[in-house]
């Protein structure tokens, strides 16, 4: 058995990186950006005005002024504003020559031809040109994951083709004979496959390929089949149950059978312990626990980095500090522990949590939080890290 620290040490260590790919901006979205993202014009690209009203000479705002012209946002100015003149102007739309400020039409009185102003304005109104991003400045930095407010940067600067990775593609099996597919009412005995789904819902979540292989029955030969197509058909695979030291647990025997090298198979943390992880010469293999919230939790904290660092993504789960709502314990401290939990009026209290199978535990919490080994109880008022799932 290996700490969590030492098992995430040897999952990162172990990324490479796949290729690179060209997409249409508007699909990239949730993708890894692989290269420096430049401006090819300035930002603005001239010195516009961010309201409506009067360009004008800030020497003139004490008198009225003659308005000499209408300029909409699109339109180029044709008139200089000279002494005791000025040009209405909608936001957007370029500055005349001759003016240096802009009285917004709220501050004004206009009466026939001529304006005057109510009140001193202190700043100019003006977006001078370049004053966002010069040509040729980085706007969007290579190893980005996309967002959104991302593909607004991108249009901006032509940036259409966007170079990404390519997706990580994950083969997913689950494993275990008492498991059904969720479209069957499960039997005696039974239990619907509820883990295999949650798995592809997690990898494609982030931005990475999910490929289902079904459920493998309790026998070496359909794991062995199961395993050795996923592995030729995917970059990383993914098992989940099996992993235990059941008397049917084959999946570390069929992943040593089919070339991968196990660097780990118990993990010091809960949920999770018998979380399996290996390697071959360019494939990867996780065996997850059978549990769903084992299997959640393990994929969060280690499949998760290591996916996106193939992608070339350095993932940091999002943690924010808390005050502990009332005192967590734990009896037995000598594994690292994960707990869901949920954050109420800016405090971090318990979810209801029976253990690794409660399934729906997890659809009630906010975040996970972690007692280090040999650590029992979490004191009220105590600031602890919520890493927010
Ligand atoms: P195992 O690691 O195969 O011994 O499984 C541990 C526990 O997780 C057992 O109670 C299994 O029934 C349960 N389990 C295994 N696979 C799944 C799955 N795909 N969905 C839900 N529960 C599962
Ligand atoms: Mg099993």
Do not use: W
Not at 338 to 352: A, N
């Amino acid at each position: 058995m290996i700490n969590f620290e030492d098992a995430y040490k040897i999952v990162k260590n172990s990324v490479k990186t796949i290729g690179t790919e060209r997409i249409p901006f508007m699909n990239s979205v949730n993708r890894i950006l692989a290269e420096d993202v430049k401006s090819d014009i300035e930002m603005p690209p001239f010195d516009k005005s961010a309201v409506d009203g009067f360009a004008c000479r800030a020497e003139d705002l004490d008198m009225s002024l003659e308005i000499i012209e209408v300029v909409q946002a699109g339109q180029t100015p044709s008139e200089t504003v000279k002494k005791g003149q000025c040009t209405k102007i909608m936001t957007g739309a370029p500055i005349p020559d001759g003016a240096d400020t802009v009285v917004m039409v709220e501050y004004t009185d206009t009466e026939n031809n001529t304006v005057t102003m109510q009140r001193k304005q202190s700043k100019t109104n003006i977006s001078y040109r370049a004053e966002d991003v010069k040509e040729g400045q980085t706007v969007l930095q290579k190893g980005i994951l996309i967002k959104p407010q991302n593909i607004a940067v991108f249009a901006s600067v032509g940036y259409t083709q966007v170079l990404v990775s390519k997706q990580v593609k994950v083969g997913i099996i689950s494993t275990g004979d008492e498991l059904t597919e969720p479209e069957n009412k499960p039997g005696m005995s039974k239990i619907r496959n509820s883990n295999g789904y949650q798995l592809r819902a997690q990898v494609e979540a982030m931005g990475a390929k999910a490929a289902y292989y079904g459920i493998a029955k309790d026998t070496y030969d359909d794991t062995y089949e199961k395993v050795t197509k996923a592995l030729t058909e995917n970059d990383v695979i993914m098992l989940s149950g099996g992993v235990s030291v059941g008397e049917f647990d084959f999946v570390p025997e069929v992943l040593e059978k089919a070339g991968i090298t196990i660097l780990f198979d118990s993990v010091a943390v809960t949920p999770g312990k018998p979380t399996t992880f290996g390697k071959s010469e360019n494939k990867f293999c996780f065996g997850l626990p059978g549990n769903p919230v084992s299997s959640f939790v393990q994929f969060e904290l280690l499949a998760k980095p290591f996916l996106y660092g193939m992608m070339g993504y350095d993932f940091k789960a999002p943690e924010i500090k808390l005050p502990a709502a009332k005192d967590f314990s734990r009896k037995r401290t000598e594994r690292k522990a994960f707990i869901p939990v949920h954050i109420v009026k800016g405090e971090v209290k318990r979810v209801e949590y029976h253990g690794s199978a409660h399934i729906h535990a997890l659809s009630s919490a906010d975040g996970l939080i972690s007692f280090p080994i040999g650590v029992n109880t979490i004191k009220k008022g105590e600031l602890i890290d919520v890493r927010q799932i």
